[in-house]
């Protein structure tokens, strides 16, 4: 296995020892940001089936992630998995402290996994922070949605057709992925009155409906 092993100067150790040191404001890209988002598009035409999300629109965190499929450095084995930017210079990018390293005995550790910038190698960073050591194991940046206290989310729900003609819609919310039952609501809609239902702010145009499924254009999204 091809290895490289990098002595950091003690300039370097200082820069990566501690968050006040490193410089984060050229890399804004790499900071987690919070969006919203909403989905499906306004005047598309869409399907749901039974149980499916009719509308889903939010606020969601998102982070750029080291992803590796695993490989060995120092006395440790990295495991297949994620962990979240934290430092990062003009030659590395450091996760977080992780879980997904054992030491040689099994045990697990808390050590930041690293991507060399030019070479997509693995590295681990020692725990003096005094040198780096890089191997053949792979690593990726990537995007991903986490978990965050910022994140919320309202959903409109297909529950079917209770008689013919009327359309069952569940009303759901979540703060950090956790159900907020308290606003929680299932609303029928007599389509024989009228094709474009409302709630919260959301408007919808009912094209189709069965038992199993739904045809529809979001007009608008939640207030």
Same mark, same amino acid.
């Given at each position: ?13 200082? /820069? ?12 804004? %890209? ?14 598309l035409v869409s399907t749901a089936y039974m149980g499916d999300n009719m509308v889903d629109q939010g606020m969601v ?8 499929s695993g490989g060995k450095a120092f006395n440790y084995k990295v495991k297949a998995g994620e962990a979240i930017i934290?430092?990062?210079?003009? &030659?590395?990018?450091?996760? %977080?402290?992780?879980? =997904?390293? !054992?030491?040689?005995? $099994? ?8 991507? *060399?910038?030019? !070479?997509?190698? =693995? ?11 890089? *191997?053949?194991? !792979? ?5 991903? *949605? ?9 959903? =409109? ?6 008689? /013919?003609?009327?359309?069952?819609? $569940?009303?759901? %919310?979540?703060?950090?992925?956790? /159900?907020?039952? /308290? ?7 007599? =389509?024989?009155?009228? *094709? ?26 939640? &207030?």
């Amino acid at each position: 296995m091809k290895k490289t092993i990098i002595v950091l100067s003690l300039i370097a150790v200082s /820069a990566l020892s501690g968050c006040s040191n490193v410089q984060m404001d050229s890399f804004e %890209e790499y900071k987690q940001k919070t969006e919203n988002m909403s989905s499906p598009a306004i005047g598309l035409v869409s399907t749901a089936y039974m149980g499916d999300n009719m509308v889903d629109q939010g606020m969601v965190t998102k982070a750029k992630m080291i992803k590796t499929s695993g490989g060995k450095a120092f006395n440790y084995k990295v495991k297949a998995g994620e962990a979240i930017i934290e430092l990062y210079n003009d &030659k590395y990018f450091w996760s %977080e402290y992780t879980k =997904l390293i !054992t030491d040689n005995g $099994g045990n697990t550790g808390s050590v930041r996994i690293g991507m *060399n910038r030019d !070479t997509n190698q =693995l590295c681990v960073l020692s725990d003096s922070y005094s040198y780096v050591e890089c *191997n053949d194991g !792979t690593a990726e940046i990537i995007d991903k *949605n986490i978990e965050s206290i910022n994140n919320f989310q309202q959903n =409109l729900i297909y529950l079917g057709m209770p008689e /013919a003609n009327k359309i069952t819609i $569940g009303y759901r %919310e979540f703060k950090s992925r956790i /159900a907020r039952d /308290a606003f929680s609501n299932d609303i029928t809609y007599n =389509l024989d009155l009228t *094709n474009e239902i409302a709630y919260k702010g959301a408007v919808i145009e009912i094209i189709s409906a069965t038992p199993s499924k739904i045809k529809y254009i979001v007009k608008h999204n939640f &207030k």
